[in-house]
C-alpha cells in the first residue's frame, strides 16, 4: 500500500525500544488530512508510551517501523527537517528558555522559517500574542520565572511560530489549574479552525475526548482501542478505565 | 620593592592590554563551552596560528598553515561523503556545497603562493589570516567533538587535549621554533602626563571593547545569536525548534577561532609569540572563565581582566614566579563555586 494522500500523518507498525525493554510494541496510527485540522488524541495510563512515541514520530528518538508525513515516507526522520515540513513538539517539560524573555522564546519558534528565508515571525508573533493575551503583557519577563499556565502558553506559542501543520502536544494540561485547562483547550479547538491539525496526548482523557475528532488509547506499549472520539466517550471500558475515576475526583471537588 | 606611580601605570597599561586579550578568550571559551561542554583548550593555538600567520605574511613566506586547513577540509569532505552514502535524504550536506568546501583552501594556496603578501596592505594581510584560520574551527568541531557531542564530559577533555597537542605539533612544524612578531598598526604614541601610550596599545584595547560591544549585540539583537543562547541554556527545546546541536557547535567554534585569532593578531606587535605559546594563552583565559563560574559572560570579562593586571604587576614583584601566581588565583574561586556548586548544578 502506499502513502495514502488524504493522510497527514501516518504512522505504522513503529517499535521504540531502550535498551532490551521495549517501550513500543508495533504502534500503528493515523490523522487524517481535511480543509479543517483534525484533532487525534492518544490517552493511556502512566508509563504507557505515549511520550516516546511522539518523540519518535518527531526524530528524537531511533525508532523501527514506517511514519509517513504529508504523503512522504521518512526513514530516519530527523527534528531539523520534521520542523521544517511543519511538524512541532510541545514536550511533556516545556523546554522554554528559561534565562530569555518571553518574547525571545517566540521568537526562537520561528528560527527554522527564517532559515529557509521566511521574514513573517513579525506577524506570527502578533497572531500568538492575539491568542494569548497575557504573554503580550509579560513578554519581557524572563521565561524561567513564569507560572506553570503560561509557560504552557509559550510552550504552545513558540511551536506556533514554525506555522506548523501538525502540532503534538503531550499533556499541555498537566499541572495546571482547571481554568488554565479550559483556556488551553479552548486554543486547541480554535486551531483546528485555523486548519492546524493536532495529535494531543493526554492523561485527562474526558477534556481529550471531548474536544477530540478521534482517539486511540494506548496501554504498555500498544494501541488496545480506537475509534470516533465520541464513541471511545460511550464506551463502557474507557468509562471505566479513564472517565470513571475521574468522574468520582470531580464529585469530590 | 617599591612601587611609584609611573611604574604602576606602565604595569597597569600592559595589565589592561593582556586583560582585554584574555578578555576575549574567556568569553570564546565560556560561549564554547556552555553550548557543546568542550572546554576549548586549543584556544590558545588558534591565537598563536593569527600572530605566526601575521608575521609569515609580512615577511613574504608563503603561510604554510594553509594546507592545514586544506588537510582538515579534506578529512571532513571524507567523513560527509561516508554520511551522504550511508544516510538518508534530508541528510543535511549536499554535494555541491561539499565541493565548495574542499575547493576554498586550494584557491586561497593559490591565492597566497602568488601574492606579494609582504607589500599588501596591513587589513588585506589580516584578511588572509583571517581567511585561513576562522574555517578550522568549525572543521575541528565536525571532525573531533560533533561524533562524540554526547559522551561523557571527561571524553570530551581528553579530544580537548588531543586537538590541542596535535595543533601545537602542526604549529612546530609549520612555523619553526623562532618566535616572531609583527609591525604595529601605526608607529604613533601619545603622552598621557608621565605615561606613553603606544598606539598599539589603544588599538588593543579598542578593539577588544568594540568586539565586545558586537558579541554583545550579536546575542542580543539576532536571530542566529539568539538561536545559540538557545542551544546553551536548553539543548533538547533548541533542537526541537530546528536549531540543531551540530549547527551551534559549529557556530561556536567559528565565533571562537574568529576570537581567538583577531587576540593573535592584535597582541602580535606587542608581544613576540612562538608555536607554543598558546597553552599558557588559553590557561589564562580559562582562569578568567572560571571565575566567571563558566556561566556568566560579564564576570568572565572582568576575571580575565584582573588575571591580566595580577600577571603584570606579578611579573615585576617577582617575575620568576608570575605564572605560579596567576594560576593559583583559581584556587580561592573554585572553592567559592563549590560553596556554591548547587546552583552551577541546576543550571546543567
Ligand atoms: N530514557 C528512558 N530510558 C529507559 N526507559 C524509558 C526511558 N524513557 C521512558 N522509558 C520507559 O518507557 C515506558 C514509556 O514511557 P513514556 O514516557 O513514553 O510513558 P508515558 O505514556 O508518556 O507516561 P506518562 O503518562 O507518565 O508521561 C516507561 O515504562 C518508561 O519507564
Ligand atoms: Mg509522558
Known amino acids: ?253 | 620593592m617599591d612601587i611609584d606611580l609611573p611604574i604602576a601605570l606602565i604595569l597597569g597599561q600592559d595589565g589592561i592590554i593582556n586583560g582585554a586579550i584574555y578578555a576575549l578568550l574567556a568569553l570564546a571559551i565560556l560561549l564554547v563551552f556552555t553550548v557543546t561542554r568542550v572546554l576549548m583548550i586549543p584556544q590558545g593555538e588558534f591565537v598563536a596560528f593569527g600572530a605566526l600567520t601575521m608575521a609569515a605574511l609580512q615577511a613574504g613566506q608563503p603561510a604554510r598553515l594553509v594546507w592545514l586547513l586544506a588537510a582538515l577540509a579534506v578529512a571532513e569532505a571524507i567523513a560527509d561523503l561516508i554520511v551522504l552514502r550511508t544516510r538518508r535524504q534530508g541528510a543535511q550536506v549536499t554535494f555541491s556545497a561539499l565541493l565548495v568546501k574542499l575547493a576554498y583552501p586550494f584557491v586561497l594556496a593559490a591565492l597566497l603562493y602568488n601574492l606579494p603578501t609582504a607589500t599588501l596592505p596591513m587589513p588585506v594581510q589580516a584578511m588572509f589570516t583571517l581567511a585561513i584560520i576562522v574555517p578550522m574551527g568549525p572543521q575541528i568541531y565536525r571532525l573531533f567533538f560533533q561524533p562524540i557531542a554526547s559522551a561523557p564530559s571527561l571524553i570530551l577533555l581528553i579530544a580537548a587535549i588531543a586537538v590541542d597537542v596535535s595543533l601545537v605539533g602542526v604549529s612546530l612544524f609549520v612555523f619553526g621554533p623562532e618566535s616572531a612578531s609583527t609591525a604595529p598598526f601605526s608607529e604613533a604614541s601619545f603622552e598621557f602626563g608621565s605615561v606613553n601610550v603606544s598606539s598599539q596599545a589603544l588599538w588593543v584595547v579598542g578593539s577588544a571593547l568594540a568586539l565586545i560591544v558586537a558579541l554583545w549585540l550579536f546575542f542580543s539583537h539576532t536571530l542566529h545569536g539568539k538561536a545559540l543562547r538557545a542551544a546553551a541554556v536548553n539543548r533538547t527545546g533548541a533542537t526541537l525548534m530546528g536549531i540543531s546541536p551540530v549547527f551551534a557547535g559549529k557556530a561556536s567554534f567559528l565565533l571562537a577561532t574568529l576570537l581567538g585569532a583577531l587576540s593573535g593578531i592584535l597582541i602580535a606587535p606587542i608581544t613576540p609569540i612562538s608555536f607554543d605559546s598558546g597553552f599558557v594563552i588559553s590557561l589564562k583565559g580559562f582562569v578568567g572563565a572560571i571565575i566567571g563560574g563558566l556561566i556568566s559572560y560579564p564576570l568572565a570579562a572582568a576575571g580575565a581582566l584582573a588575571v591580566g593586571l595580577i600577571e603584570a604587576f606579578a611579573a615585576f614583584w617577582a617575575s620568576s614566579y608570575k605564572e605560579v601566581i596567576v594560576f593559583t588565583l583559581i584556587i580561592p574561586f573554585l572553592l567559592w563555586r563549590s560553596l556554591t556548586r548547587h546552583t552551577l548544578e541546576e543550571e546543567e
Open chain 1, 1 to 253: 500500500m502506499n502513502a495514502s494522500e488524504e493522510k497527514l500523518l501516518e504512522v505504522r507498525n513503529l517499535h521504540v525500544a531502550y535498551g532490551k525493554v521495549e517501550a513500543l510494541q508495533g504502534v500503528s496510527l493515523a490523522i487524517a488530512k481535511g480543509r479543517m485540522g483534525q484533532i487525534v488524541t492518544v490517552i493511556g495510563p502512566n508509563g504507557a508510551g505515549k511520550t516516546t512515541l511522539l518523540s519518535a514520530i518527531m526524530g528524537l528518538l531511533p525508532s523501527r517501523g514506517e511514519i509517513f508525513f504529508a504523503g512522504e515516507l521518512e526513514p530516519v526522520p530527523e527534528v531539523g527537517r520534521m520542523v521544517r515540513r511543519g511538524m512541532n513538539l510541545v514536550p511533556e517539560k516545556r523546554e522554554l528558555f528559561a534565562e530569555m524573555s518571553v518574547e525571545d522564546n517566540l521568537i526562537l519558534g520561528a528560527f527554522q522559517r527564517y532559515r529557509q528565508g521566511y521574514r513573517d515571525h513579525d506577524r506570527s508573533l502578533r497572531e500568538v500574542f492575539a491568542l494569548f493575551p497575557r504573554l503580550l503583557e509579560r513578554r519581557r519577563q524572563r521565561a524561567g520565572t513564569l507560572s506553570g499556565g503560561e509557560r504552557q502558553m509559550v510552550a504552545i506559542g513558540r511551536a506556533l511560530m514554525a506555522q506548523p501543520t501538525l502540532l503534538m502536544l503531550d499533556e499541555p494540561s498537566l499541572g495546571l489549574a482547571p481554568l488554565v485547562v479550559r483556556e488551553i483547550f479552548r486554543i486547541i479547538v480554535e486551531l483546528r479552525k485555523r486548519g492546524v491539525s493536532i495529535l494531543l496526548v493526554e492523561q485527562n482523557a474526558r477534556a481529550a475526548l471531548q474536544v477530540a475528532d478521534y482517539a486511540y488509547v494506548i496501554e504498555t506499549g500498544g494501541i488496545v482501542m480506537e475509534g470516533q472520539a465520541e464513541n471511545l466517550r460511550n464506551d463502557p471500558r474507557v468509562i471505566e478505565a479513564y472517565l470513571g475515576l475521574g468522574q468520582h475526583q470531580e464529585k469530590l471537588a
